[in-house]
């Protein structure tokens, strides 16, 4: 009999499985925000269990083994090896009134009527005004260090910087483990007696984004200017981003390494329209830096490269294939030139679809079940023969999502 990791790393190495592969909550990009989660929960007869979110700036709830099952789910994060006693978690309550744990690691603070995360040197963070549903940036560490008349700006404190923004902050377990020997310790031991446990692929996230990550030191705007007209200093701080991350994924590698089946980097490029940044500045300032990142994690460990980017890539596919990757999510379909069929056509023997099997913003929150279990077979149909899929839908399923849409994306897979 097939397992599930067995059926995901088929299909990543483009054999086609016994029935397409599930992601579900795998990573922080195919999960379920705690608000839907509980609905779901209600809605399948599950009254056991509290809801753990355990992505906070997006809300994500922890999938629970039951509705893993349910559905035929094949991925688990590598995060969910962690935080397992009750002392790891802390009451909070959801935007719409549903208890909740949240890790106990967060210092979250109630002004008025919204939620505020502070840096303990005072710094706000980030801010979840009454009404929303996740958090917001509030504090860009660079956004003063854009240009560079003096020669002295150096990103020599990216440690610091990093440590004093919301995405890297506001973690998710394994944080707070850190990567230092008793951490790199912790983490080794966690991974392993995890790996023990489970048959399904684990996905282990590392992140290092170079072009998102810019854009949440210095300011989307900011970075983007700085892209197009402070060359030299745009290809310094990526130089010294570069050396950061790769510091770090040896230190991770060493410790996880042998108990993932996928590492998962994250870089958002793309935008409705297209990428939001020509092929000539992808190939000038990210490929070759993607590509040291790639090619040192293949060194370091087996685990197959995923990234996450939204958006239309395509332009930008043909250049992160040159670079290593293996696997491409979420595949959003919805955005320009990223049509199922042309990805298939042109990209499918090159690189694993991993995504693209739910319209999250036309169909799954808003159509009849009926109708989201039709566009679910229609994507499947397209993207699984022979191999170089799995099925998860673009990006999270959002707070308003009926359970019985839900329902019925998921069944209507295989």
Same mark, same amino acid.
Request: hydrophobic share 40%; charged share 20%.
């Given at each position: 009999?097939?397992? @599930?990791r067995? =059926? ?6 483009h &054999? ?7 992601d579900?909550?795998g990573?922080? @990009? ?14 399948l007869? $599950?009254t ?10 997006? %809300?994500?709830?922890?999938i ?10 094949d ?6 090896g ?19 744990? $949240?890790?106990a ?5 109630r ?9 303990p ?6 801010i979840q005004?009454q009404?929303?549903l ?5 504090h860009?560490?660079?956004?003063? =260090?854009?240009?560079?008349e ?5 990103y ?12 890297s ?11 230092d020997?008793?951490g790199?310790a ?9 790996r023990?446990?489970?048959?399904r ?12 990550g ?11 200017a700085m ?17 950061y991350y790769?510091d770090?994924? #040896?230190?991770?590698? !060493? ?5 993932i089946?996928? $590492?998962?980097?994250?870089?958002d490029?793309?935008?409705?329209t297209g990428?939001? $940044? !020509?092929?000539r500045?992808?190939?000038?300032f990210f ?7 790639w090619?040192? @994690? ?10 996450? !980017? ?17 696997i491409?999510?979420?595949? %959003? ?19 694993c679809?991993?995504?693209?099997? !739910?319209?999250t913003?036309?169909?799954l ?5 009926e109708?989201?279990?039709?566009d679910v077979?229609e &994507?499947?149909?397209i ?11 673009? #990006? ?8 019985? #849409? ?7 897979v295989?």
């Amino acid at each position: 009999m097939t397992t @599930s990791r067995e =059926r995901v790393m088929a299909a990543v190495n483009h &054999r086609e499985p016994d029935r397409t592969p599930i992601d579900l909550g795998g990573h922080r @990009s195919s999960g379920i925000m705690a608000i839907a989660y509980a609905k779901l929960k209600q809605h399948l007869g $599950i009254t056991t269990g509290d809801i753990y979110v355990y992505d906070f700036v997006q %809300q994500l709830a922890i999938i629970e083994p039951a509705v893993l099952d349910r559905f035929g789910v094949d991925t688990v994060e590598l995060g969910r090896g962690f935080a397992l006693r009750p002392e790891d978690w802390q009451a909070w309550v959801l935007p719409d009134g549903t208890p909740c744990k $949240i890790p106990a690691f967060l210092d979250v603070t109630r002004e008025g009527d919204d939620w505020r995360v502070y840096h303990p040197d005072g710094t706000l963070l980030a801010i979840q005004k009454q009404g929303c549903l996740y958090l917001e940036q509030t504090h860009w560490p660079y956004s003063d =260090r854009t240009t560079d008349e003096t020669g002295d700006v150096d990103y020599t404190d990216l440690a610091d910087a990093f440590d004093h923004m919301m995405w890297s902050k506001v973690g998710a377990p394994p944080a707070p483990i850190g990567l230092d020997p008793q951490g790199l310790a912790e983490l080794a031991a966690g991974a392993k007696a995890f790996r023990a446990t489970t048959d399904r692929a684990i996905i282990g996230l590392f992140g290092a984004p170079m072009l998102e990550g810019g854009q949440q030191l210095f300011g989307m705007d900011n970075f983007l200017a700085m892209l197009a007209g402070e060359k030299t200093l745009a290809h310094r701080f990526l130089d010294r981003l570069v050396a950061y991350y790769l510091d770090r994924l #040896h230190k991770f590698l !060493s410790a996880v390494g042998p108990y993932i089946d996928i $590492i998962l980097f994250s870089d958002d490029f793309g935008m409705q329209t297209g990428p939001q $940044i !020509s092929p000539r500045m992808y190939r000038e300032f990210f490929q070759p830096r993607q590509k040291i990142l790639w090619e040192a @994690s293949k060194k370091l460990a087996p685990a197959k490269i995923m990234l996450h !980017s939204c958006g239309g890539i395509h332009p930008l596919l043909p250049g992160m294939i040159e670079a290593g990757l293996e696997i491409v999510q979420p595949v %959003q379909t919805t955005c320009r030139d990223m049509e199922p069929e042309r990805l298939k056509r042109e990209y499918g023997k090159d690189v694993c679809l991993w995504g693209g099997g !739910s319209n999250t913003r036309n169909i799954l929150g808003w159509a009849t079940p009926e109708k989201v279990a039709a566009d679910v077979r229609e &994507r499947v149909a397209i993207f699984a023969p022979g191999g170089g899929y799995v099925f998860q839908q673009i #990006h999270n399923v959002m707070a308003n999502v009926p359970p019985e #849409h839900i329902v019925a994306m998921l069944d209507a897979v295989n």
